[in-house]
């Protein structure tokens, strides 16, 4: 056996060593490396030297042949490394020491040196990396290893191997011991000494870890070779040839065994490396795994916020949307509920004629006004307040700690007149306005719905009367509740048959002779008996219920009067008035359902007349004198009613194909009171004459209101003093005598003035 750091794999500059512990890390010290190794060099050629010169020629026989033979055989063949610890185990080494015993120091030296030069050569063949200069190396530690061994051993026992052959054992003993320590130490200290300037570690460090373990091997090497070399001079030669085959035998099964360790080692360490290197692979697959899974929750954390966040805003202007200004509202009303005191405002905003901006200026346009407003409130806002668009042009504001009802006024009023101010849209000025609600939220208030509520009411209230803001209160609730309640009952009227036509007589003031009926319309309704129209027009107006009633009403007057001329000879001439919405302009179909309700009746077109109010028309003037021409081309007749209250623009009466002018009963009611009204139904019927239409008055409630407007030339007339709007069976009554009225006033036969075109215009401008 023999110690590793000598060999070529534990070599102790080794490039190849097997050691991979001990491969170096960076040589910093290459001079310290290159004077240890010609200081060792030089001591092995010194020891070598001595060697040769000295070499006791007499030692030349067949035995020492045999020996070094051997030696030479085992350091090639019969070498067997211990599993895991990397240690060669080899005979070679215990010929070496069995060489020291018996010849002395040259022959050692010389051994030694020859033993690790042929098994560092066959490291090589076998492939291992070895340069020439670590073998160098290998073989001078060794020889000089063997070298001061054989001096300290001679200087301290004499010849060794008068020793060895003795029969004092426990020198022999002491003598192997010696031996195997000294080699140790010097072989181990100079592999140690080279391997840690190559790896840059401490000397006792790698001399503990790598060297000691050689200790053993040294020990049993030499002891081996002691008994050896006893059993040799001592024991019968057959006797050690036998036991010397047993040795063989014993080595070469334990060989076998090493073998079949180091075999059952590599597969475990294979199964181990594949082990690892699956674990590794699973590791790499759960990295991934985890990267990719975290690349989800990445993706999934910002759709989340993405979501959330158009959950809550608008997509247009980027402002909270009513969820969220909903969810505000909740949490300042649980404030209120906490805080007695605390107060907030909230402000319920909608654009008048955003509509008419949309559908004239396109939807695109609509959209750049709606930012525009949004961008002007956010420049208002305070940093606790929030403006939401809750809708179309409907936005909200919540005014937080603002509670003062005149500093919430004067807010709004800011809000008007910035808004007021023109928008600058794709190269066009639009100007808006906007009708504010404002509501107070308080503890009164429960939920967030409520107070919105009621804010969108005086919203409501602002719009109807015109007024920039109103602040809502109580009864505006109750009003609102009531309206709310009147709609739901009116979808259902028409389809229940609550809807009842009243008619109320037309008088030719001239012939005092009844010559048609104007329907009215009442609303029959279960609990509240017959409303009348004031009540429910302007809802039905505001939930479009009013296109489907006035077209029930106009197929009912109109069927009324064909049974009526039916019945009564003379009234073969009659005329039925029926009035008409502005909603109906916005209708395409009025023109085809007017038609389609006289073919159906049967009714000349002449014998209807539709009422129009003035705004009805002015509204939208352009599109409806084109509708009002489309209806005067089937015949049908045409008049304005209410005439006076709207704002009629003289230079458009004139473009409308009207037949008659009715004039508003304000006008008539107030004629004797002061001269001024009476001069206002003077001109209306002057205007009336120079454009070529009749007059019709409505409101005639006494004699002398008759009177004067003969006296003034209205050639029509209807009114309380001839009837109130009656039911079907009354009217038929006034049918029957159409000529009842012929009494009414003692100097009926009294000629109406006849005015001139020409005084008329004269008069109009008195007005
Ligand atoms: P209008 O078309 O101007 O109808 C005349 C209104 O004046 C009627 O009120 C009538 O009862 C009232 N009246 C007539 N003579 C007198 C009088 O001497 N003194 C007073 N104080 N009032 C008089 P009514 O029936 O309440 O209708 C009110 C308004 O409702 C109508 O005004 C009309 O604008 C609207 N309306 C009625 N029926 C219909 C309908 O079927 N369709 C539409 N669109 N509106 C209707
Ligand atoms: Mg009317
Ligand atoms: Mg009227």
Redesign the pocket.
């Known amino acids: 056996m023999g110690l590793p750091i000598a060999r070529s794999s534990t070599s102790a500059t080794g490039k190849s060593s097997k050691f991979n512990t001990l491969r170096p890390k960076v040589n910093r010290n290459a001079t310290l490396h290159n004077v240890s190794f010609w200081l060792t060099i030089s001591l092995a050629v010194i020891a070598l030297s001595y060697s040769i010169f000295s070499f006791p020629v007499q030692y030349l026989d067949s035995n020492l042949l045999v020996l070094t033979v051997a030696t030479l055989f085992f350091s090639v063949f019969a070498m067997i490394q211990i599993p895991r610890i990397k240690i060669h185990i080899t005979i070679s080494d215990v010929l070496v020491f069995s060489a020291l015993l018996i010849y002395g120091v040259e022959v050692a030296t010389l051994l030694a040196v020859i033993d690790t030069a042929v098994g560092s050569l066959n490291f090589r063949r076998k492939g291992i990396e070895i340069s020439g200069k670590t073998i160098l190396l290998n073989c001078s530690i060794s020889g000089i290893s063997i070298f001061l061994t054989a001096i300290v051993v001679t200087s301290m026992f004499g010849d060794p191997k008068a020793v060895a052959k003795g029969q004092d054992f426990s020198a022999i003993a002491v003598l192997v011991c010696v031996m195997a320590g000294v080699q140790f130490m010097v072989n181990s200290v100079f592999v140690s000494i080279f391997t840690a300037i190559k790896t840059e570690r401490s000397l006792w460090r790698v001399w503990y870890r790598y060297c000691l373990n050689g200790a053993v091997i040294s020990i049993t090497s030499a002891l081996m070779a002691g008994a050896g070399v006893q059993a040799f001079y001592n024991i019968d030669s057959v006797l050690l040839v036998i036991a010397g085959i047993v040795a063989m035998l014993i080595y070469f099964t334990y060989s076998r065994y090493v073998s079949d360790v180091r075999e059952t080692a590599e597969q475990a360490e294979f199964a181990e490396r594949k082990r690892a290197e699956q674990a590794e692979q699973h590791i790499e697959e759960l990295q991934h795994h985890i990267a990719q899974q975290q690349v989800t929750e990445k993706a999934l954390r910002e759709s989340k916020e993405k979501f959330k966040h158009a959950a809550y805003h608008d997509s247009l202007t980027n402002l909270p949307n009513r969820n969220m200004f909903t969810r505000q509202l909740q949490f300042l009303l649980k404030r209120c509920q906490q805080k007695e005191d605390a107060r907030f405002a909230v402000l319920f905003l909608d654009l008048n004629r955003f509509k008419t901006i949309n559908d004239s200026l396109g939807h695109s346009t609509g959209d750049n006004l709606i930012l525009g407003v949004a961008r002007r409130l956010s420049n208002l806002m305070r940093q606790k307040d929030m403006v939401a668009r809750l809708s179309g042009d409907e936005f909200a504001i919540i005014l937080n700690g603002m509670c003062d009802i005149e500093d919430v006024k004067h807010f709004a009023e800011l809000i008007r007149k910035k808004l007021a101010a023109p928008f600058s849209l794709e190269e066009r000025q639009v100007f808006t306005s906007v009708s504010i609600g404002i509501a107070i939220g308080d503890n009164s208030y429960e939920t967030a719905e409520n107070i919105l509520r009621d804010a969108d009411i005086a919203m409501y209230q602002s719009k109807a009367s015109e007024k920039p803001y109103v602040v809502f209160d109580k009864r505006m609730h109750a009003h609102a509740v009531n309206l709310l309640q009147v709609e739901t009952d009116l979808r259902y009227a028409i389809e229940r048959d609550e809807m009842v036509?009243?008619y109320?007589p037309i008088i030719n003031l001239k012939s005092m002779r009844l010559i048609g009926f104007?329907?009215?319309?009442?609303w029959n309704h279960p609990t509240r008996g017959l409303v009348?129209?004031?009540e429910f027009?302007p809802v039905s107006e505001d939930t479009g219920l009013?296109v489907p009633?006035?077209m029930w009403?106009l197929r009912d007057s109109c069927q009324k009067l064909a049974d009526w001329k039916a019945r009564f000879p003379h009234a073969k001439d009659l005329m039925m008035s029926?009035?008409?919405?502005g909603k109906h302009f916005a209708q395409d179909d009025l023109v085809a359902s007017v038609k389609e309700v006289l073919k159906e009746t049967g009714i000349e077109p002449r014998c209807l007349k539709l009422?129009l109010?003035e705004s009805a028309i002015m509204d939208n003037a352009e599109s409806v004198i084109s509708i009002l021409q489309q209806l005067k081309r089937i015949g049908v007749r045409l008049s304005i009613?209410?005439f006076g209250t709207g704002y009629s623009s003289l230079s458009y009466l004139h473009r409308f194909p009207i037949d008659a002018l009715?004039i508003?009963?304000s006008f008539v009611?107030r004629m004797e009171s002061g001269t001024e009204n009476g001069e206002i139904v003077r001109t209306v019927v002057a205007l009336a004459k120079a454009l070529g239409l009749t007059v019709i008055a409505?409101?005639?409630?006494t004699i002398h209101q008759l009177h004067q407007l003969r006296i003034l030339g209205s050639e029509y007339g209807?009114?309380?003093?001839f009837s109130?709007?009656v039911p079907l069976e009354e009217a038929l009554e006034l049918l029957a005598e159409p000529d009842r009225w012929k009494n009414i006033m003692p100097d009926h036969r009294m000629p109406i003035v006849q005015h001139k075109a020409s005084e008329s215009i004269l008069q109009l401008g008195d007005v």
């Open positions: 036509a009243f109320q104007e329907a009215l319309m009442r009348p129209p004031g027009i009013i009633l006035t009403m029926v009035n008409l919405s009422e109010t009613d209410d009715k508003d009963r009611s409505e409101g005639i409630e209807q009114g309380f003093l109130r709007p």
